[in-house]
């Protein structure tokens, strides 16, 4: 199966674009990829929002969506911590983010 990365780095700014962009998370998966969602810089302050956006990211293990990340190095850069966010997301600590890079087969940014 083919990894792909999503890199989820732009601010929550309005609430269709990041409808959009987890459509574009679940077309992804539509088509047999091993996608890996990653929250980085200002993207972090998505896993802030409550309701429909928190419910439709406790939807993505049903898209077999399992690998969601966090950078822990940008929660705390903006004063946040895991316990603060809507979604389980796992910690992505210094170097894993270049790691995971390498092991796939393309990057998205969001």
């Not at 316990?83 to 796939?104: C, H, T």
Request: glycine fraction near 4%.
């Amino acid at each position: 199966m083919t990894s792909l990365l999503c890199l989820k780095k732009s601010l929550p700014q309005n609430f269709n674009l990041e409808a959009e962009a987890l459509d574009l998370v679940l077309a992804l998966a539509s088509f047999d990829y091993d996608i890996q969602l990653i929250f980085y810089g200002d993207g972090v302050y998505s896993l802030l929002q409550k309701e429909a956006y928190a419910q439709r990211l406790q939807a993505l293990p049903l898209f077999d969506i399992h690998d969601v990340w966090v950078d822990s190095v940008s929660l705390e850069k903006r004063g946040l911590s895991l316990a603060e966010l809507s979604f389980a997301a796992k910690p992505l600590y210094v170097g894993d983010l270049n790691r995971l890079i390498q092991q796939s087969k393309g990057v998205y940014s969001l």
